[in-house]
């Protein structure tokens, strides 16, 4: 059965970096659109980057400049690089995946991940 499982959650102050990690088995995420989303306490899951087959790459506005989406067809996994971080980034991040298109979803994702719990202090 398909697995995503991620890691790399933490603890940092702002201004500070994470590198969150989803390992996919069962699925090959380079046949999927792959997508992080996050969710804050009392918020609703909202999609934060999202990439493809082709690798294009779309962020949430709020991530744009700080986070980096990337996959690794070869250790079959997706990345997701967070620079210059905020209290305001602080919720549980989920990977996820989709059957491929060329315009990705922002909703409506099938197979999805556990959770690592970011939190960011000021």
């Known amino acids: 059965q398909v697995q995503l499982v991620e890691s790399g959650g933490g603890s940092v102050q702002a201004g500070g970096s994470l590198r969150l990690l989803c390992a996919a088995s069962?699925?090959?995420?380079?046949?999927?659109?792959m997508a992080w989303f996050r969710q804050a306490p009392g918020g609703e899951r909202e999609a934060v980057a999202i990439?493809?087959?082709?690798?294009?790459?779309t962020y949430a506005d709020s991530v744009k400049g700080r986070f980096t989406i990337s996959a690794d067809n070869v250790q079959n996994s997706v990345s997701l690089q967070m620079n210059g971080l905020k209290p305001e980034d602080t919720a549980m991040y989920y990977c996820?995946?989709?059957?491929?298109?060329?315009?990705?979803?922002?909703?409506?994702?099938?197979?999805w991940g556990q959770g690592t719990q970011v939190t960011v202090s000021s």
């Open positions: 996820a995946a989709a059957g491929v298109t060329w315009d990705c979803p922002r909703q409506g994702y099938k197979y």
């Open positions: 990439t493809n087959t082709w690798s294009r790459t």
């Open positions: 069962e699925l090959s995420v380079e046949n999927y659109c």
